[in-house]
Each structure stands twice: as structure tokens, then as C-alpha cells.
């Protein structure tokens, strides 16, 4: 049979060179230390400073940032719902995190890597990833606005 005639099957699954299970190991690692870093802290009472955002300060109003440390404490305490009501770019970004997470340990544990990872970065340009992760935290700003706005009308 010719090689043109043969059927072209896409594996899901690759063996990882030691050196991709290394930086998988390294990735799984730095964020279960991240969000081990913040479990940790929830246990500290960061009510210290009232408002140590100046935006907030100066205009009475949730800056972009406003709420994602606490959205962070949330999710690593595993109060999901919680940080997305918080502020639901940094939980979608938290989620982001976890998945990449797994899919590093199963890297790093099991020396297989996911082929459609490679496909999916090939196809998305960089300039479009920024994009999406601006639009996602300006609506994300735009609920945190609407909510405190809503709640200075109280």
C-alpha cells in the first residue's frame, strides 16, 4: 500500500522526554506551591489594612485587581463557588491553573504528554491570548463595578 493510501491516526498520547517530564514536574510543583502558598495564608487576618488599594482610596470604586487575592485565598481553600462570586477572572484563572496542574503531574508522573496541547498552542497566536485575557478581566471588572456600585445604592 502506498504511503498516501495509508489512514493517518493521530495519537492522543506521547511518550515525554525526561527533560519535558522535568519542566512538567517543575510547572506541578510551582502551582501546587502557589495555591499551597495561599491556603496557607487564609489562616493569617490580613484586616490590617482597610484599603490598601489606591484606586479604591481615591475613587470609592473596585479597581481590575480589586478582590483577586481574595478570590485566590478562596479557591485554594476550595471555596470555588465563593472566588467566582469574588471575582470570576482570577477563579477562571485559578481553574486554568489546577487543569494545567494535572495535566503537568501526569506529564511528569506518567511520561505521557497530550498531543492536542501541542495543536491547541500551535493554533493560538499570542496576540490573541492577550486579547481574550483582557476581555475576560475587563468583564470581570464590569461585574465587581456593577456590584459595588449596586451596593453603594443601598
Do not use: H
Not at 25 to 34: D, E, M, N, Q
Request: overall charge positive; aromatic content about 14%.
Amino acid at each position: 500500500m502506498l504511503t498516501s493510501q495509508q489512514i493517518n491516526r493521530r495519537t492522543i498520547l506521547r511518550r515525554a522526554s525526561p527533560r519535558r517530564r522535568i519542566l512538567a514536574g517543575s510547572v506541578c510543583l510551582a502551582v501546587i506551591a502557589f495555591f499551597g502558598l495561599f491556603w496557607s495564608a487564609g489562616r493569617f487576618d490580613f484586616e490590617i489594612w482597610p484599603y490598601p488599594c489606591g484606586f479604591k482610596q481615591k475613587y470609592d470604586l473596585p479597581c481590575p485587581a480589586c478582590g483577586m487575592t481574595t478570590s485566590v485565598l478562596a479557591f485554594a481553600q476550595g471555596r470555588v463557588l465563593n472566588s467566582f462570586y469574588i471575582q470570576p477572572a482570577t477563579a477562571l484563572a485559578c481553574c486554568v491553573l489546577a487543569i494545567a496542574a494535572f495535566l503537568a503531574f501526569m506529564t511528569a508522573v506518567f511520561g505521557v504528554y497530550f498531543t492536542f496541547l501541542e495543536r491547541l498552542v500551535a493554533v493560538i497566536r499570542t496576540k490573541y491570548a492577550v486579547l481574550a485575557l483582557l476581555i475576560i478581566v475587563s468583564a470581570a471588572w464590569a461585574v465587581t463595578l456593577a456590584r459595588a456600585l449596586a451596593e453603594a445604592k443601598k
